[in-house]
C-alpha cells in the first residue's frame, strides 16, 4: 500500500476534514485549491461515484463524458466568458484562440442535443457526466470544500413543456435526496437564488455544518432557504395622513445607534411606543462592480437593527443595474466617498425622489438608492440629515422619502417570520452538497436549440441543470464521521471493510495476521492489512484510527490461543472473538 | 438512448475510425482536437479502462489520480516548462501565477514519492493512473487517434537499483502485451528513442496500420525500431593510402543525380565498379530551432540515394548542438540562404575542417556539418564544389573533408540491414499505443529524490515511466475492426453484446422485441433494443452495422411463428432460432 501517514497536521488546514484527509494519506495538494487523489482517497471517492452513477442512471439518465478544455465561442453566445469574470480559468492554444477550463457545461450540452435532435419526439432527455471542474476561486480553502479543480456529476435535462421541466426537476431532485442518504450525509433542500446560472426555481442540497460556508435558514414548519433567496415579509404600508412632520435635530453626542435611539426617546418620544434601534434608518454606501468591470456606487437603506448583508445584495442587485450575472459587492472606500462629497458618513440620509421639505437639496445624491423591503410607505424612521451631528426625526416613507428600487439587502435575524408563514426562522450554517436548477429557456435561447412540437411548429426547449459536488462529498462525509483520533468511514464507502492489524513482530503473528487477512478477503470483504514489522501496535493503532476502517481486527498475544480482537471503530467496542467467527463478527459489525 | 447516427462522414474526418465514430455517434467533436464522449463511447472506453485497471493492478501498481492543471515549479526543476515548447499548454491564475495542462506527470509522482518515502524499505513501488492528458498539438488529427485532450494510463515505477529498474519495466512490458492481448489489438514493440521525456532504454507498442502517423522497420529475425531509433550499420573504415585526388569538373548539364552519375560513368568512370547514387554525397541544409526559440542553420551529408528524415534528425541532433529537449528541424528557407552566400543551391560541397586542396577557403562555410555515419573514412565521393555547375569528383573522407560530428540524418530504406544483424528491414507504419521508458535517474536527481539505502547512505531512486493511450486505443480499435458498413466491436469491449431490432411497426413486433430484449438483459447479457416504432427496418439493419454490435436479433415477420433471425455483425451469417434457443445462439457468437 502507497501510503504515509503524518503526524502534523498540514499548516493550510483549517478545518478538521482538511487536516485528516491529508495526514491519512488520502488526499494531497499539488497546489493552492488543487488536490492528487491517493490509493485509499481515490477508493472512497470511486464509490460515492458509483452511488451517484446508479441513482442517475436509475431516473433514466444517460452517462456520457465531456472536454474540460473547451472553445471560448459557446460561453461567449451565453455570456458567461464575461460574467464568470476572474473565476474562469482562461488560456490561449498555440494558434491564440481562446480557450477556458468549464465550470460547468450547460452551453456545451445544449448545443449536443441541438447537433443531434430535432423533434419532440426526442424529448424528454437527461444526461450526466462525472467530470473534473475547474473554477479559479479567490479564496480556495479547507481543502477539497472549495477547490480549484474538483469533482462534480452535473446533469441536464431537457423538456418542451414547462410541465416536463418540472417532471425532470422533481426526478433530479428525489434521486439527490437517495444518494445523500446513501451516502449517509445529512442534507436540507433549501431555496436557492441562481446566480451565474440564471433560470428561474432554484434549490441548494446543504449540510449543516460550522464549517459551511453558506448560511441559511429553515422554519419548524419546513421553510428553508438560503439566505440569498430569503424573502423578506413585507408588512402593509400604513397611512400616513396624520403623521407629524418630521424635523432636524442637533446630535452632536449619538455617535451609536443605541445612543441615538436613547437620545430619541428622552428628547422626543412616540405616544404609541418608545423607539428602538428597528425605528432608525441605516443607509450604506456600497460599490458594485459587474463582472465586465463597470463600478457602481450605491446607496442602500434599512432598519439599524440590521447589517447589509453583501451575499444577499450580490445575488439581488444585478437586475436593479441592468448587470448581466452576479456582480461583485463592497463598503465603499475612502476613494469613493472623497468622489461624492454629498456623503457625510455617519450623517447619511435617504437618497430621495421626492420633495423632501426638511432634508432639501442635500438629500439628492444623484446616486441609485436602494430600500430594504420593510420600509414600505407611512413608516416613520430617525435617520441623518446628511449634515454633520444632525439627524431628522419623523421621517415618513412614502411622505419625505422614497428609492429607485427595493433590494433584499439586509441581514436576516433569527426570529424573523418565515416567507410562507411557517412560523420564525432559525440560523445555521451548511456546506453545498448539491444545487439544481431551472435553467428555463435562458440557455436555448442563446444557442438556438428548438425542436418541431406536435403540429410541426418550432419551440424552444427548456432546460434543468443539477450539480453534486463529489469531491466535497467526500470531505463532508469525513467532517461528519470523525473524531478526535481520526477518520471514521460508513461501511459502504470506507477504502477497506476491515482493518487487519499485526501486533507484534514475531512471525507467528505476522503470518497469522496475513492468513486472516486472506481469508476475510476470500469471503468477500475488503481487507487492509498493515504487517508493517518494524513499527509498533501504538502507532499501528494509532494509524488504525487516524484511517478510520470501520471495523479493526488486531492479531495480538492472544493468537496463539486461536483469539483476535475484533473493534468497532465508531464506538471503540472490543471483543475478542474465536478465529473461526472473526468474519461473522465483522459483518455484524458492517451492518449494524 | 441518447443516440442519432449521421449519413454523412464529419468533414474534417481523414481516416475511417474517425469517421464511423463520429457517424455512429460514440463521440463527437467540441474543438479541434478535443472530443465530447456520448452514451456508446463512453460505454467502450470503460471497458477498455477496466482492462487496464486489471492488468495494472495484477503487478502491484497502485491506483491514484493527479491533477491536470498544475503549477509551474516541477517542470521549471526538471526544465520541461520549456522544452515543450508550444505544445503545452501554459494559463495563468488570478493572481498572474503560472500554470500548466499536464501531458504527463513525471514530475508530480517523483515529488509525491520524495514527501511519503524516504527508505529503500518503501521501494519498490509502482503508482498508476487513467486520467485526462493535454498537449497542443500543431496538426489534432484523426479524431481520437491525436487528439490535444486525450486519455492516458500513466505510470511510474521507482526503485533503488539499476537490476530493480530493469524489473519494474519488465513488469510492465508484460502487462502492457496483456493489456494488448485482451484488447484484441495486434501491437509491435519497437525500439524508440526517448524524446523530451529523456532517460535511457525505451519501447513504443506500435500497432501496424496505414492510418498511423509513425513509420517502423522490422526484420525477419524479431528486430523491431521506430526509425527514429534504427541505428546505421556502420562500414568499416577504407584505406585511402592510394586513392586518386580528386578533382574539380564542370557539369554543366547534370540537374538531377542520376543525370550527375551518368556523366560521371561516362567521362570518369572507376576500375572497380559503377558510381551510383550511393556515391554522390548530398549536403542538405536545414534551420534547427530549440525549445527555447534558438534557430541555427546546419548542413547535414548523406549518401544521394536517401533523403533526410526530418524525425529522425529531430531525435538525435539535440546532443550535438547543446539543445535540451527534441528541437525542430525544417528545410533552411530562402533567407537562411541569403544569409549565407557560401551555400550555393544544388551545388553544395561538404564543410570540412581538413586542408582541401580541392575546395580551397570555398569549402569553409563556418556552419555546423554533420555526416551520415555510412561517410566512413577512406569513402570516395562525387559531391557538389560549391560553385554553381561545378562538381568534385572522387573526393575521399578523412582526407579531403571531415565533420563536426556523425548524425543520423538519412531515412530508413528497405533492405537496410538490421542493426543487430538479424537481416534485412522492412518498413512499415503504425500508431503508437503504449511507450515505455527507462528513465533512470533524470527526474529523481532535478527534483531530489533520494532514500536511504541498506547502509544508511542517500541514494538517487531510479524511475520509469510507462503510458497507454486509452483513448487512442479505441480508436485503433475501431480503425482494426470495421467494414464498408461501420464498425464491429470485439464481445468484451462492444457497448452493448446484443442489437435487438424490430424490424416492423406493428405492436405484436415492438412488443415481441421489447420482451426478447428484457428476457436477454435478465439472462445476463448487455442488449441494445432498436423499437423506434416510425423508422424503417432498411434504416434499421444500417443502423446495427453501423453500431458494431457483435450480435444482432432482428423481430419481424417470422416472430408469429415463433422464430427469429440471429446474425453475427463480423461474418454477415445469419440464422432463423427458435425463441427458446435465441440465448443460446447469442452466446455461441460471443465466444465464436
Given at each position: 500500500m502507497f501510503l504515509r501517514t503524518l503526524r502534523e497536521d498540514p499548516v493550510d488546514a483549517e478545518v478538521m476534514s482538511h487536516k485528516l484527509l491529508v495526514r491519512a494519506g488520502y488526499i494531497r495538494r499539488a497546489a493552492p485549491g488543487v488536490y492528487s487523489w491517493l490509493p485509499l482517497g481515490l477508493a472512497v471517492l470511486t464509490k460515492i461515484e458509483r452511488i451517484v452513477r446508479e441513482e442517475m442512471n436509475a431516473i433514466g439518465a444517460q452517462e456520457v463524458h465531456f472536454p474540460a478544455?473547451?472553445?471560448r465561442e459557446p460561453y461567449e453566445a451565453s455570456g458567461r466568458w464575461t460574467e464568470y469574470g476572474e473565476n474562469l480559468f482562461r488560456l490561449k492554444d498555440r494558434k491564440d484562440a481562446d480557450y477556458l477550463l468549464a465550470p460547468t457545461h450547460e452551453e456545451m450540452f445544449t448545443l449536443l442535443v441541438k447537433d443531434l435532435y430535432s423533434s419532440y419526439?426526442?424529448?424528454p432527455v437527461s444526461l450526466y457526466q462525472i467530470q473534473t471542474k475547474y473554477r479559479d476561486e479567490a479564496r480556495p480553502r479547507a481543502g477539497l470544500l472549495r477547490g480549484r479543480e474538483f469533482i462534480m456529476k452535473d446533469s441536464y435535462s431537457f423538456d418542451v413543456s414547462d410541465e416536463g421541466l418540472d417532471a425532470s426537476y422533481e426526478a433530479h431532485r428525489q434521486a439527490y435526496l437517495r444518494i445523500f442518504e446513501r451516502l449517509g450525509l445529512e442534507v436540507v433542500p433549501v431555496f436557492a437564488t441562481a446566480g451565474a446560472m440564471g433560470g428561474s426555481k432554484s434549490e441548494e442540497f446543504l449540510h449543516p455544518s460550522e464549517a459551511g460556508e453558506d448560511t441559511f435558514v429553515r422554519s419548524a414548519g419546513g421553510y428553508a432557504a438560503n439566505v440569498e433567496a430569503v424573502a423578506t415579509t413585507v408588512p402593509e404600508p400604513i397611512d400616513f395622513t396624520d403623521a407629524p412632520p418630521c424635523r432636524v435635530v442637533d446630535?452632536?453626542?449619538?455617535?451609536t445607534i443605541s445612543s441615538l435611539v436613547e437620545f430619541a426617546n428622552a428628547e422626543f418620544p412616540q405616544a404609541s411606543r418608545d423607539w428602538t434601534a428597528a425605528d432608525t434608518l441605516k443607509n450604506v454606501v456600497l460599490a458594485v462592480t459587474s463582472a465586465e468591470g463597470e463600478r457602481q456606487i450605491v446607496v442602500v437603506g434599512m432598519p439599524g437593527n440590521r447589517e447589509a448583508d453583501l451575499k444577499r445584495i450580490e445575488a439581488n442587485i444585478g437586475a436593479l443595474l441592468g448587470f448581466a450575472g452576479e456582480p461583485d459587492v463592497e463598503a465603499a472606500t475612502d476613494a469613493d466617498f472623497a468622489k461624492h462629497p454629498g456623503l457625510v458618513r455617519g450623517y447619511i440620509g435617504p437618497g430621495t425622489s421626492l420633495d423632501s421639505?426638511?432634508?432639501?437639496?442635500?438629500?439628492?445624491?444623484?446616486l441609485p438608492y436602494f430600500l430594504d423591503p420593510r420600509v414600505v410607505d407611512g413608516t416613520t424612521w430617525i435617520t441623518g440629515a446628511n449634515e454633520a451631528r444632525k439627524h431628522v426625526i419623523g421621517l415618513v416613507a412614502g411622505r419625505d422619502f422614497a428609492a429607485d428600487g427595493y433590494l433584499e439587502c439586509a441581514t436576516v435575524l433569527a426570529g424573523d417570520p418565515a416567507p410562507d408563514g411557517s412560523g420564525p426562522l432559525e440560523i445555521a450554517r451548511g456546506m453545498e452538497m448539491g444545487h439544481i436548477f431551472q435553467l428555463g429557456r435562458k440557455y436555448a435561447e442563446a444557442l438556438g436549440l428548438k425542436v418541431l412540437d406536435e403540429n410541426g411548429k418550432l419551440v424552444t426547449v427548456t432546460m434543468g441543470s443539477y450539480g453534486i459536488g463529489v469531491s466535497r462529498a467526500l470531505a463532508a462525509i469525513a467532517e461528519q464521521g470523525h473524531d478526535e483520533h481520526g477518520l471514521i468511514w460508513p461501511a459502504s464507502l470506507a477504502p477497506a471493510q476491515v482493518h487487519v492489524v499485526a501486533a507484534g513482530k514475531q512471525a507467528e503473528i505476522l503470518d497469522g495476521a496475513a492468513e486472516l487477512a486472506e481469508s476475510l478477503e476470500q469471503a468477500g470483504l475488503e481487507v487492509l492489512l498493515d504487517d508493517r514489522p518494524k513499527v509498533s501496535p501504538g502507532v499501528k493503532f494509532g494509524d488504525t484510527e487516524l484511517l478510520g476502517m470501520p471495523v479493526i481486527v488486531v492479531v495480538g498475544r492472544a493468537f496463539k490461543d486461536g483469539r483476535v480482537e475484533v473493534k468497532d471503530r465508531r464506538s471503540g467496542e472490543r471483543t475478542e472473538v474465536e478465529l473461526a467467527n472473526v468474519e461473522q463478527a465483522v459483518r455484524q459489525l458492517l451492518v449494524g
Open positions: 478544455l473547451l472553445p419526439k426526442d424529448l446630535t452632536p453626542d449619538t455617535p421639505p426638511v432634508l432639501g437639496e442635500k438629500s439628492t445624491t444623484a
